[in-house]
Every structure is written in structure tokens, then in C-alpha cells.
């Protein structure tokens, strides 16, 4: 049995979650997403992460197995929807670059990470969550359904490539 454990990410794993972006962005890329396909995610995005605090990994026997950012407060990206948020007033948490390594694929870490996330997060009193992702994306989306998020519509990020995402959110 392996001991799974979520914790805040350090400068010390930033190689590691290095090589598990590049493998999401391979995994993305095979299966047709033009997602993460311009360069970021990487690792000073993961530096910046760690800098604001907002940086998680979710180990398997102490090793990084899984990345994430999550930020509570505005996110600039979630202020236009082609759609509506069903609750626009409360503080929210916004689960960014969630990643797992290919080493740990199809053991739905993905779920139990997210799953801690939300926890931990609820725990600090916030009970409203965004996710966004490409619609061609089927993992992402399914992972958010699966957790009782709902598609709220479209918002736009940073990306020379195609800058829209769908957007969902839970509120608990």
C-alpha cells in the first residue's frame, strides 16, 4: 500500500514538477489539445507559484507524483464569461495546472488530489471553486464533473494559441 500525502510545493521539487508538466503537455499534445502547447506552463511558473504560496504537489511514497496551483482571491482571467458564475459574490479558490506524471497515470490521483484540494481549501473557510480547461480537454472535464462542478461558459486566458476555456465552478 503506498502512503499518498498532499503538501506545499518547494523549491527543491520545481525539477520534478518540471518534467511532470512536460509530460501533461505531451499527454495534451498526443491526444490533440492545443492546451500548454505555447510554452507555459514551466518552471518559472511553477518558481512563481511557490513565491505566492499557491504552489501544491501530491506525493506517492514521498515521491512528486502530482502538480497544482490554487489561488483564492479574483482571478483576472474569471472576471468576463461568456455565461454566468452562479455565485459572483462570495471568495473563491481557482485550481490552476493540475498535472499528474506519467509514471502515476491511471491511478486517478487526479481525483484524490483534487478531492484534497477542495478539503483543505473548505477548511479555510471556502466554499466557492473554479476550474477551467480546453474543450478538448475530456480528463480535466471529467475529473471537475465527477466533483460536481458545472460548466458556467467561456472565459479567456493568456494564449497565442487559442485563448478560450471552459469554465466551471462548485459551490458547497
Known amino acids: 500500500m503506498s502512503l499518498v500525502f498532499m503538501r506545499r510545493a518547494k523549491e527543491a521539487d520545481v525539477d520534478k514538477i518540471g518534467e511532470i508538466l512536460a509530460d501533461a503537455i505531451h499527454f495534451l499534445k498526443e491526444s490533440g489539445s492545443p492546451q500548454w502547447q505555447s510554452g507555459y506552463p514551466n518552471c518559472q511558473s511553477v518558481r512563481e507559484d511557490i513565491k505566492n504560496g499557491v504552489a501544491w504537489v501530491l506525493t506517492v511514497d514521498k515521491e512528486v507524483a502530482a502538480y497544482a496551483a490554487v489561488v483564492i482571491g479574483r482571478d483576472p482571467n474569471y472576471t468576463k464569461i461568456a455565461g ?13 495546472r493540475i498535472a499528474v506524471s506519467d509514471k502515476f497515470r491511471g491511478m486517478h490521483l487526479s481525483q484524490f ?27 480535466v472535464q471529467h475529473i471537475a464533473t465527477s ?13 497565442p494559441i487559442d485563448p478560450d476555456r471552459w469554465a466551471y465552478e462548485l459551490n458547497l
Open 84 to 96: 454566468a458564475w452562479k455565485n459572483a459574490v462570495d471568495q473563491y479558490a481557482t485550481i490552476h
Open 113 to 139: 488530489f483534487l478531492s484534497n484540494i477542495i478539503s483543505v481549501t473548505y477548511a479555510q473557510g471556502i466554499r466557492n471553486f473554479r476550474i477551467d480547461t480546453y474543450q478538448k480537454n475530456k480528463i
Open 147 to 159: 466533483h460536481g462542478f458545472e460548466k458556467r461558459g467561456i472565459i479567456q486566458v493568456d494564449d
